[in-house]
């Protein structure tokens, strides 16, 4: 079936390291999202991925599109206290018609 | 930005009642809106698509018949979650997709469901 996989499940780093969440596909995804979860909040959509080895940035957060479609890194350089949260990756598969289907999210923890 | 809203944020029922949760786009039109359940420290699952004035699609082994979903407008989606036991406890969280705009869901505050 269709799955989406993500590595590692937390991650505790001390402010200032850098930090690296990965998603991977069981097929070639059409798009992929990436959500913010804060404590008792809801998913924030970070950004979009559509094209094969598209790579964004936003501030300190450098999102990637594999080749394949099928994988996608987040990374976070030089972490501050306010990336404390959970990262979900969310795929999109051809076909699928804007249903997301969530990878199980890396939980952020960062000491000052 | 797009907001969607969804009402109650919190509610506790007893084993047997029926619970009915709202979700609403606040600043735009959905289409379409989807329905999320998440456990504690857990990923979201999809439960079910809701697409305004059709039935909704649901995911493999979630019962039509125990979540009712109407999707009656371009701005509101319900779910109803029927003769609610203790195992449907959870946090349920709808998204709205704006209609005729690009892919970007935009996720309601959740409701949290506690059954006793």
């Known amino acids: 079936g269709q799955q989406v996989m993500q590595i590692p499940q937390y991650q505790h780093v001390q402010e200032g390291e850098d930090f690296t969440t990965y998603c991977n596909s069981s097929?070639?995804?059409?798009?992929i999202q990436w959500y913010k979860q804060r404590p008792g909040g809801h998913p924030v959509f970070l950004i979009q991925?559509?094209?094969?080895?598209e790579v964004k940035k936003q501030k300190r957060l450098t999102f990637q599109f594999g080749e394949a479609k099928k994988n996608s890194p987040l990374h976070i350089t030089a972490t501050q206290t306010t990336d404390v949260g959970t990262y979900f990756c969310?795929?999109?598969?051809?076909?699928?018609?804007?249903?997301?289907?969530f990878g199980a999210g890396t939980r952020l923890a960062v000491h000052p | 930005g797009a907001v969607v809203s969804q009402h109650p944020s919190r509610v506790i029922c007893k084993s047997g009642t029926s619970v009915k949760i709202e979700c609403r786009s606040l600043?735009?039109?959905?289409?379409?809106m989807f329905w999320y359940r998440q456990f504690p420290k857990q990923s979201l699952m999809l439960m079910a698509t809701?697409?305004?004035?059709?039935?909704?699609?649901?995911e493999q082994g979630v019962e039509k018949d125990k979540f009712l979903i109407n999707h009656a407008s371009l701005t509101l989606s319900t779910l109803t979650v029927t003769s609610a036991h203790p195992e449907d406890s959870s946090f349920y969280i709808c998204?709205?997709?704006?209609?005729?705009?690009?892919?970007?869901?935009?996720f309601g505050p959740g409701t949290r469901l506690t059954v006793l």
């Open positions: 991925l559509v094209k094969s080895g």
């Open positions: 097929t070639t995804l059409s798009n």
């Open positions: 600043d735009f039109q959905a289409t379409t």
């Open positions: 969310a795929g999109v598969f051809s076909g699928g018609y804007n249903k997301l289907i």
């Open positions: 809701s697409n305004e004035g059709s039935k909704a699609t649901y």
């Open positions: 998204s709205a997709l704006p209609s005729g705009r690009a892919r970007e869901q935009f």
